[in-house]
């Protein structure tokens, strides 16, 4: 059965704010391992950085691979 786009959205939302708060969550958990400062605010900043980065990652990839497939 094929996904509707509603669902791929929400699939792809829901994997982008998992995504997002398992990262904040793991560097609050790691930093100190390493002597870095923890603070809720800054890894929330960071992961929103990094969640960005991650969105256009995948955009761009994905969008040079279906020019190759076509």
Do not use: C, H
């Not at 998992?18 to 391992?33: C, D, E, N, S």
């Not at 923890?38 to 980065?53: E, K, P, Q, W």
């Amino acid at each position: 059965m094929k996904q509707s786009r509603a669902m791929s959205l929400f699939e792809a939302a829901t994997n982008v704010l998992v995504g997002y708060w398992l990262a904040v969550a793991t560097q609050l958990v790691i930093f100190p391992w390493f002597g870095l400062p923890a603070r809720l605010s800054d890894s929330m900043a960071m992961g929103a950085i990094f969640t960005i980065v991650s969105l256009a990652r995948g955009y761009v990839l994905r969008r040079i691979f279906e020019s190759r497939r076509g």
